[in-house]
């Protein structure tokens, strides 16, 4: 299984960008789904997380600015960004947990996409 992100870029403050991220390979299904982040000199932290139900949430600092979703049908996830600060840039990444063939059953694995550089400076 791979997760390919993409959508990252400069953008100046007060912009938008909408981040993508499509899992391919020997999926059954794909659980939750979520983005995380990662500034120079800081620990990797949750943004934002989406079940495959559609119910998600979000890191208190991005409410009302960042929405998560997905299109289960295409295994990807999206996280659009509005109202970008300097305090947003980073790296991001997807990740999922994704239930995958094993032989005569099924198991879980957690997988990480590559990262995607978003950078908000004027």
């Known amino acids: 299984v791979q997760l390919q992100a993409s959508g990252g870029g400069l953008v100046q403050p007060g912009g938008s960008l909408r981040l993508s991220c499509a899992a391919s390979g020997s999926i059954f299904s794909i659980n939750v789904m979520g983005w995380y982040r990662q500034a120079p000199g800081k620990q990797r932290e949750l943004v934002a997380g989406i079940t495959s139900g559609g119910s998600t949430n979000y890191e208190d600092s991005v409410k009302g600015r960042f929405t998560i979703s997905r299109d289960n049908a295409k295994n990807t996830v999206y996280l659009q960004m509005s109202g970008l600060t300097p305090e947003d840039t980073a790296v991001y990444y997807c990740?999922?947990?994704?239930?995958?063939?094993?032989?005569?059953?099924?198991?879980?694995?957690?997988?990480w996409g590559q990262g995607t550089q978003v950078t908000v400076s004027s």
């Open positions: 990740n999922a947990d994704v239930t995958t063939p094993w032989g005569s059953i099924f198991r879980v694995s957690n997988y």
